[in-house]
């Protein structure tokens, strides 16, 4: 014989063991006297019964079976047993020893579900156990029995071949299960018990085998095949599933009779069994998951039933009985949310958000608060809540409500903080938390995606663009088309309830609005305007029955509409018009109400789903009926009420001659007459009634499901928006009173977390969160002095904590603040007036390697720093996560420990704020951060919002302002051209300042920007206009105050000095040259900085003079006017200015000849020293070489009137070497004329008149004769440049006149009264160089007698005018 077979012989014997020892338990538990007592043989009746007779025969076959066990039907070994449990003369001992061997039979597992006979077999155990009789016994053994009867229901289903079961007989044993826990009230506890634990065991085994049932291809929507049509072959399934949810349902109605106080008695809910059946639906629903769903049936329970009994009791119950509620629907939620889209929406209203503001209830509030705190955990819930309630103009906005009741909640009153507002923080923290963890998570997921576009991270607030219906919904097929979807209908309920707030003002205005933002369609759609009317809420129910009752044919094509919105199919008459009435007020006008209530009867009739009414009209006039029954019954002022059977009589004959049912008239009286028809004008309802869970259930069925989706950035910045302010005034307010550390650091994170969440196209936000946190840092307060200020500072952890948190905002999400850079630069500030920053603080790397000469301004440099700036993003978002894990400030005893003084403990906490880590990483903040940044820095420069109690801190502060401009413009030198235009309007804003003082302004940043000037100029830019730019700011600053050329000459010199020696070459624009010659020529004027600015100009006009340009040289000449003409200045210095002015026309000639050999080439340049109608002659005459040359000639001639007779005789040979020189320019012959014209001839009247003056003058006589001296030189510059252009000029048409000024002029200078200093010298020089003018004339033919030239005449009259004796001479045989 093999191993197997003698195991099997084995387990064969064992079994008819274990079957022998339990036949004889039994039957000598049945022969043990009843009594203690010892009755002899003879009392006892020992005659065999038909059980102790199945025993023996039973024991008679236990050693002698035919086949293997497993083979026989167990019938045969479990009838005997069974008989025993069944007899009503079986005493409970041997009951209780018979329900012992059943289940020990069943836990060894004699038969399984393959054995023949098994199905009857488990089928009749159920049978024998449910019917178990218990005559003959005492309350002790009959509890024994009880916990033997709830083992073998449990062994029963727990046996492989329970599945044979059928569903009548699980739903038996569940039931006798639960009358055993009823039974056991009035027992001991520990059988109740354990009738609760074996309830609960047999509720797992059964409905852990859910999702197991096949589902059945023709299990619709209405389909009866979930309890109909069972397969009964097969074992039990979902239809005893469906029996014992829906006791577990009704168990929730059960309630218990109380006394009052009164003696009346009241019927409440039995909280015990409500507990105990929200144990048991809790445990169904967790074991079978998602697989409810797929059952209809069972579905539509969980969707009606229970939810409704869960909504009714939940903001009435005891806390307790509230907690498990909100276990039960939360675990619903994870596993159906899909199918309770309205259900979950009204537990939330009407539960939830409705127990938290219900004030004194602080215990049921606390459990209410717990239960959205438990769903706010969940990861998906928060942006799903937000998509399917909060975007749908038609739900309420429930994740808004549950924010604000956090926040509402979060907020502390007076006195110490209570477990409710902690409680509403920490679930608070969990929102903000969830969306900003999310937010970045996207971020990171999607960084690829960007293009390293950080804009794209932003989005844009949602605009109708067009009209869509907003009552209808777009299935989730595309994403990010859904995801468009949701937002633009999110904006939609926004401008619903503005426009209900203007209907309720003015009709005719909310439906104009509606209009305006595309709510309704171009023609109006009667449908858009109904939708209108019956989702909006807020609306004044007033106005919308009086707009529903006009006889307009568009109002009543809106009333059709409108009804058309409901759904009453499964209502009854009066709860279909309670339904209705709800919505609106019915109007006073009887017609109106006529259209209304016939409207209503159609739609009503149309959907009715019994053959009660013949037709509409029927509808019609009941409705009629029912509204003068309300009336009737709840008026006052009606004395005699109206009977049930008068309202019977009255309503007979009514549906097509034919009575309605009495029943159905006698219920619609019995309700109307209980419960009124309330006509309210007010749209909001504080409570589920049956008629609005009717409409609930009703508009499930039409109403897509909920919303299952992934977090995106544009939702979460959209959700966030919608609690932002009030999350920050209730975190705020919570830091405030705040005094644990853990919570503090808590505040904080959140707080953090906000600015996470807010970078994300929510700047305002951020700004107010930096405000509120520089609230906290006590640096603001404008009462306290620095003393007190200091001393908070030392002694306070929060205004330490928020100082720190103040600046890793601005290092971490500076390129989102806006506004807000105020409050840091003011902090910041006053840090700098206590004596709290380190010097490192403000010493910047600002030698800008990464300044490019390319692309200044270009579109692809608008973000300079995108890259960097997402770099930075990603690791800030790390760096921040959690605000606790980087914040290191000691307590004080701890810095007393280690020895630290306060001042030592500050320096500690402002270190690890990296406060120059803001201006030095600059270049990565976008250009609108900048612009703010540096709007702050100048108006605090300025003063504005600032208070010094001293100048030396006024300076301080101005000082330590421009250090920071200068360091973010050094930073951000690569987009100069974005920023600067907007920092030199705020310096002209400055300018406008009332009681604005320049001096501290100016003084401390003149030096700053030239800093800035000189990098620009350096790094040597193909773009003008950063050079244009700063440059024009220069201008405007010293202009603010000009006396400031003396305060900083030195500085203003050296940087003025070092473009010009360094830079000249850079130097692009006219501004440029302009600019810092104009400086250098004012910083000449000051003795300490003349000789480093004249050897400036030197050099230019020397050295570099290759650097000097077409644009450049007039502002170079008159920079060296300027010098030459200051008085004391030394006599070589401005000898060597006139000699380099002189040689300057070879740079006129060359570039005449350039320009000349590029046609079309012309340039000219505004001089404020230039005569207008000079220039425009020059220009039609020449070129802007011989504009220049004439601007040269311009400032010799001013030169040559100068009280220094060296200087004046070097100005007047200089221009005749000019002149001379210049020939090269081609004057035209009108161009030539007009430079002597407007310049020789001007010289020698000025020098004439100036000699004049000096005659006139006492003791003046050797600066006359000085004068003479050089007016001399002038007239003798007169003759030899006429003399070198006289070929030139006698072809101009105006030589006739000119030669007529040459004439004069000597005439003038030759007669000049000297008065009392004797003769004038010129008389002798005069006639020599007339001679030798007339004589050259003379031999090139110019001055001959012609007949129709009257020149020669004019000339010989003058001749014997000025000078007679040359008459001969000149003309020795010629007369008149």
Not at 198 to 226: C, N, W, Y
Not at 465 to 473: A, H, L, M, V
Not at 1214 to 1237: A, D, M, R, Y
Request: charged share 25%.
């Amino acid at each position: 014989m093999d191993k197997a077979a003698v195991k099997s012989r084995r387990k064969e014997l064992g079994i008819s063991c274990m079957l022998n020892t339990e036949v004889g338990a039994v039957l000598a538990v049945i022969r043990r006297p009843l009594m203690d007592n010892y009755l002899s043989p003879q009392d006892c009746d020992y005659s065999d019964s038909s059980v102790q007779q199945s025993l023996k025969s039973l024991r008679a076959l236990i050693f002698n079976p035919q086949q293997e066990w497993r083979t026989i039907d167990p019938s045969i070994y479990l009838s005997p047993f069974l008989e025993v449990v069944q007899s009503d003369e079986i005493p409970a001992s041997a009951t209780a020893v018979a329900l012992s061997s059943i289940l020990k039979i069943l836990k060894i597992e004699i038969f399984d579900e393959k054995t023949p006979g098994a199905k009857d077999a488990m089928n009749s155990i159920v049978s024998g156990i449910t019917s178990c009789r218990l005559e003959k016994t005492d309350p002790v053994s009959e509890d024994a029995v009880m916990m033997r009867i709830l083992q073998v229901l449990v062994g029963i289903m727990k046996h492989p071949a329970s599945n044979l079961l059928e569903d009548q007989a699980v739903c038996t044993i569940v039931n006798t299960c639960f009358q055993v826990v009823q039974q056991s009230a009035r027992r001991g506890d520990l059988l109740q018990r354990n009738g609760r634990y074996t309830m609960h065991e047999l509720i797992q085994i059964i409905f852990a085998r859910l999702p197991d049932f096949e589902v059945r291809g023709d299990e619709g929507e209405d389909s009866e095949s979930d309890t109909d049509e069972i397969d009964v072959s097969g074992g039990y399934g979902i239809r005893c599933c469906i029996d014992i949810f829906h006791f577990l349902c009704s168990l929730l109605n059960v309630v218990e009779v109380v006394e009052s106080a009164e003696g009346t008695t009241v019927h409440t809910a039995d909280e015990d069994v409500q507990i105990f059946a929200l144990v048991l639906i809790n445990s169904a629903i967790e074991l079978c998951g998602d697989a409810i769903g797929q059952h209809p049936k069972l579905l539509r329970m969980i969707q009606d039933d229970l939810f409704h009994h869960l909504i009714h009791y939940g903001s009435s119950s005891s806390p307790l009985v509230l907690s498990m509620i909100c276990s039960c629907i939360l675990n619903i939620y994870h596993f159906l949310r899909k199918f309770v889209r309205l259900q979950l929406e009204a537990f939330f209203a009407f539960v939830l958000l409705r127990v938290t503001s219900m004030s004194g209830y602080i215990q049921l509030q606390e459990v209410a608060l717990e239960g959205i705190i438990n769903f706010c955990r969940q990861p998906s819930f928060i942006v799903e809540s937000y998509v399917n309630y909060d975007c749908d103009p038609i739900c309420r906005s429930l994740f808004e409500e549950i924010g604000k009741v956090l926040c509402r909640h979060t907020f502390p009153t007076s006195g110490p903080l209570t477990s409710l507002q902690i409680q509403a923080f920490e679930g608070l923290v969990i929102v903000i938390h969830n969306i900003a963890d999310n937010i970045d998570k996207e971020y990171d997921d999607g960084e690829g995606d960007c293009d390293n576009d950080s804009s794209s991270l932003k989005p844009r607030p949602v605009e109708i663009k067009e009209y869509t219906p907003f009552w209808i919904e777009k299935a989730n097929d595309d994403f990010d088309a859904w995801i468009d979807h949701i937002r633009v209908r999110k904006a939609q309920k926004r401008k619903l309830l503005i426009a209900s707030n203007h209907f309720n003002r003015d009709e005719k205005k909310g439906l104009e609005y509606l209009k305006f933002n595309n709510l309704v369609s171009d023609p109006p759609d009667p449908k858009a305007f109904a939708s209108f009317f019956r989702f909006t809420p807020g609306l004044d129910k007033t106005i919308i029955g009086d707009y529903l009752g006009d006889p307009d044919d568009f109002h009543v094509k809106v009333l059709k509409d409108f009804t058309q919105t409901f759904e009453f199919t499964g209502m009854s008459l009066d709860t279909a018009l309670r339904t209705f009435l709800e919505t609106f007020r019915l109007p006073g006008e009887s017609q109106k109400i006529e259209r209304i209530i016939e409207a209503f009867s159609e739609r009503f009739f149309q959907q009715q789903s019994s053959e009660i009414f013949a037709s509409k009209d029927t509808v019609h006039i009941l409705c009629y009926s029912l509204i003068m029954l309300n009336t009737d019954q709840h008026n006052p002022q009606v004395k005699k009420k109206m009977t049930e059977d008068e309202f019977i009589r009255n309503n007979r004959a009514i549906n097509a001659g034919k009575d309605l049912p009495r029943e159905y008239l006698s219920e619609l009286f019995q309700s109307i007459s209980s419960n009124a028809i309330v006509l309210s004008s007010s749209s909001f309802s504080v409570e589920m009634n049956p008629n609005k869970w009717i409409e609930l259930i009703n508009r499930t069925k039409m109403l897509q499901p909920f919303s299952l989706c992934e977090f995106d950035r544009r939702i979460g910045r959209d959700m966030f928006a919608s609690i932002a302010g009030p999350s920050i005034a209730a975190l705020s307010s919570f830091f405030e009173h705040a005094d644990d550390d853990e919570m503090l650091h808590e505040c904080v994170d959140a707080l953090i977390s906000i600015a996470r969440v807010a970078q994300y196209g929510l700047e305002d936000i951020l700004d107010e969160l930096v405000a509120s946190f520089c609230k906290f840092t006590t640096l603001l307060n404008p009462y306290s002095t620095p003393e007190e200020t200091l001393f908070t500072f030392s002694h306070d952890m929060k205004p330490r904590i928020a100082t720190l948190a103040v600046f890793t905002l601005a290092n971490s999400f500076g390129d989102s603040i806006r506004g807000g850079w105020r409050n840091i630069v003011d902090c910041l500030l006053k840090l700098k007036k206590l004596r709290l920053l380190p010097q490192s603080v403000v010493e910047f790397d600002t030698s800008g390697e990464n300044v490019s000469g390319n692309g200044i301004g270009s579109e692809s440099d608008g973000n300079p720093s995108s890259r960097d700036t997402k770099l930075n993003r990603r690791q800030n978002a790390c760096l921040i996560g959690r605000f606790s894990h980087f914040l290191s400030v000691d307590s004080m005893e701890d810095s007393v420990a280690l020895g630290m003084s306060e001042f030592e403990q500050n320096l500690k906490v402002i270190k690890q704020c990296r406060i120059g880590q803001i201006f030095s990483n600059s270049s990565n903040l976008p250009d609108t951060a900048i612009l703010n940044l540096g709007r702050s820095l100048i108006f605090a420069a300025a003063g504005r919002g600032q208070r010094f109690s001293t100048p030396t801190e006024e300076e301080e502060t101005v000082m330590f302002c421009w250090d920071l401009i200068i360091a973010v413009a050094l930073a951000n030198v690569h987009r100069f051209n974005m920023f600067w235009p907007s920092y030199h309007d705020y310096l002209l804003t400055v300018a406008n300042f009332p009681l604005f003082s320049p001096v501290p302004f100016v003084e401390k940043g003149i030096p700053g920007i030239l800093t800035v000037c000189t990098k620009i100029i350096a790094s040597q830019f193909e773009d003008r206009l950063p050079e244009e730019l700063i440059f024009r700011s220069i201008t405007l600053m010293w202009k603010m105050e000009k006396e400031i050329i003396d305060t900083c000459c030195d500085t203003i010199t050296e940087y003025a000095c070092k473009i010009i020696m360094e830079y000249s070459g850079n130097l692009q624009t006219q501004i440029g040259w302009k600019s810092v010659l104009q400086l250098l020529s004012l910083c000449g004027r000051h003795p300490e900085t003349y000789e480093q600015s004249v050897d400036a100009l030197i050099s230019l006009m020397s050295t570099n003079a290759s650097h000097l340009s077409r644009s450049s040289y007039a502002y170079c000449i008159d920079c060296a006017f300027s010098f030459v003409t200051l008085r004391n200045s030394p006599l070589e210095k401005n000898l060597k200015i006139l000699d380099l002015m002189t040689d300057s026309v070879s740079l006129l000639i060359q570039w005449y000849k350039t320009a000349s050999a590029e046609p079309g080439n012309s340039y000219s340049v505004a001089s404020s020293g230039s005569n207008s109608s000079m220039e425009e002659n020059l220009r039609g005459g020449g070129n802007f070489a011989h504009f220049l040359f004439l601007k040269l000639c311009e400032a010799f001639r001013k030169t040559s009137l100068a009280r220094r007779e060296e200087i004046r005789n070097r100005a007047v040979a200089s221009l005749q070497k000019s002149f001379v020189t210049g020939e090269e320019l081609e004057f035209t012959p009108t161009g030539c004329l007009t430079c002597i014209n407007h310049v020789i001839f001007p010289t020698i009247d000025d020098l004439h008149e100036k000699l004049l003056d000096y005659s006139r003058r006492d003791n003046a006589e050797r600066e006359m004769r000085a004068m003479e001296g050089t007016l001399k030189m002038a007239m003798q510059m007169v003759t030899n440049v006429y003399m070198h252009y006289l070929k030139l000029i006698v072809e101009s048409p105006d030589f006739r006149t000119f030669w007529l000024g040459v004439l004069r002029r000597m005439d003038t200078c030759m007669k000049a009264d000297l008065g009392d200093y004797g003769e004038n010298k010129l008389h002798e020089v005069v006639p020599e160089l007339l001679k030798s003018m007339i004589s050259t004339m003379k031999e090139r033919e110019i001055l001959v007698r012609k007949q129709d030239d009257d020149l020669w005449e004019i000339t010989y009259i003058q001749i014997q005018w000025i000078a007679p004796s040359l008459k001969e001479e000149l003309f020795p045989d010629e007369e008149l």
